[in-house]
């Protein structure tokens, strides 16, 4: 069933505005009495028929239930600034396995050094969020210097970040401990300089090795994320 992102939830209908609106409108080209999904970004799902279409979209809620698809914990990727649109590919791979928040960062290696971004990014992030069967829509930041990224990820009960010259630390070791709210952290093409590895450590930063092999910085994400939640039990249905 089809899922829409709802502008307002009352106790018996919803509405559906905007782009949302209009993609059911004119893309989908639903009617009167077409049932979909709903999300709020609360976590609920609300299965619901179409009363009114008109510029914005009316509904009837026909019941409601708690989303199975999200995970227990929260896991929020840091990554640098790759170059080319990347970025969007990475927001849209994080979303699908799970992330809680996607934060772009610049570091001293990056070859695009972008501003903004957020909004866009976060359209990449609501349409992952549709095609996954998630409620819960990522936070995606603008794109933050390295010391704001610094700051956000001090908060993390476990920081991971990729170190190609780690050799000992797995990251099956790693993700070992019993945390529930994990950052990780991932550099751009060039990788990090020595100083920034320390400055990520100053703030709780694990280094670890993913190998011999040296991933591009759209596939490292990725594998680390995938990696994690199977860790944590959160590939199993």
Request: aromatic residues 6%.
């Amino acid at each position: 069933m089809r899922r829409f992102l709802a502008t307002n939830v009352s106790k018996n209908s919803i509405y559906i505005s905007g782009e949302e609106a209009n993609h059911m409108r004119n893309a989908v080209r639903m009617s009167i009495g077409d049932e979909f999904i709903a999300i709020d970004g609360s976590g609920i799902d609300y299965t619901c028929a179409i009363t009114n279409i008109d510029k914005d979209v009316k509904a009837d809620i026909l019941s409601k239930s708690q989303n199975k698809a999200e995970p227990e914990i929260n896991v929020t990727l840091y990554q640098a600034y790759p170059k080319s649109a990347k970025m969007n590919e990475i927001v849209q791979k994080a979303v699908e396995l799970g992330a809680a928040a996607i934060v772009p960062f610049l570091s001293k290696r990056c070859v695009k050094r972008p501003s903004g971004q957020g909004d866009k990014l976060s359209k990449v992030a609501l349409s992952a969020v549709k095609q996954c069967g998630r409620s819960i829509i990522p936070n995606v930041t603008d794109v933050q210097s390295f010391e704001q990224a610094l700051e956000l990820m001090s908060n993390h009960e476990l920081l991971i970040i990729c170190d190609e010259e780690e050799r000992q630390r797995q990251l099956y070791t790693a993700l070992q401990v019993g945390a529930s709210d994990i950052g990780i952290v991932i550099g751009s093409e060039g990788g990090f300089e020595r100083s920034e590895i320390e400055r990520v450590k100053d703030c709780g930063g694990i280094p670890v090795t993913l190998g011999r092999r040296i991933m591009r910085t759209e596939t490292a994400g990725i594998a680390v994320l995938a990696a994690c939640f199977y860790a944590k039990g959160e590939m199993e249905y």
